[in-house]
């Protein structure tokens, strides 16, 4: 298995795929691509010849979103079982003399998956309805899964995921939220770093606010992918739990 967009200094957004890049599709039995334009050069590399039996899974096809839609699922818990249940089910289709091997990865991975999935119920039972900002929708999807509430203008932050400036009314809402001092952690993606998130973090700590930094590629870069998930949700948890004990 080949994971193409994992560099931790880069924001996947900004990727450009690479000749070397082209010669892995070229050669793949399964393509898997998130969808949704998130990695729209990958569509070019399929487009610029595959192996024609080439079996290839996109995610946001499979979850029902398009192209302008939050395109980052695998904060979500539920988006991360229906795909790797399909994942399993594209690879004993084709490689079915394999198929029990499959089965118990499968059976492995749900295990696995639970112990950060299940801290995700934890978080949702003890601050239901805690009000959060982000700077980036990258947290949206996990906002919902943990029962946050997620105040932060979703104008402001769809604008940061897609590289461009936020309408004016939208960091002016931003800042009047943290310095109203009613949210209790601010998120933001350590691999997107502009003025305006920057100014926003600025704010937050000068407020007494914690700030929770994530990320849209797995880090560190050889964790997998459960370790990589219970580790933000362990930061998360102990800066709720901070919060809560300062009140």
Known sequence: ??????????????????????????????????????????????????????????????????????????????????TIKRMKEDLISID??????????????????????????????????????????????????????????????QAVAEGNDPPAESIVQFETQLKSKNVSLLVYNQQTTTPITNNMKKLATEEGIPLIGITETIQPPDASFQDWMNSELISLQNALNAKALRK
């Not at 999935?117 to 239901?128: A, E, G, L, V």
């Not at 009000?131 to 203008?153: H, M, N, Q, R, W």
């Open 1 to 82: 298995m080949l994971s193409i967009a994992s560099d931790p200094n880069a924001d996947p957004h900004e990727y450009e795929s690479n000749t070397g890049n082209a010669r892995a599709f070229a050669v793949a039995d399964y393509i898997v691509v998130n969808g949704a334009g998130y990695d729209s050069w990958a569509n070019k590399l399929i487009g610029a010849g595959i192996k024609s039996d080439c079996k290839i899974l996109n995610i946001a096809k499979l979850l029902g979103k398009k192209e302008g839609d939050n395109p980052h699922f695998w904060y979500d818990p539920d988006y991360v079982n229906m």
């Open 96 to 157: 079915p003399a394999n198929a029990a091997y499959y089965e118990q990865n499968y059976a492995n991975s749900q295990l696995s998956l639970s112990k950060y999935q299940n801290k995700t119920t934890k978080i949702k039972k003890q601050f239901r309805g805690t009000k959060v900002a982000a700077t980036e929708s990258i947290f949206a999807y996990l906002a919902i899964a943990t029962g946050l509430d997620l105040v932060s203008d979703p104008a402001f932050t």
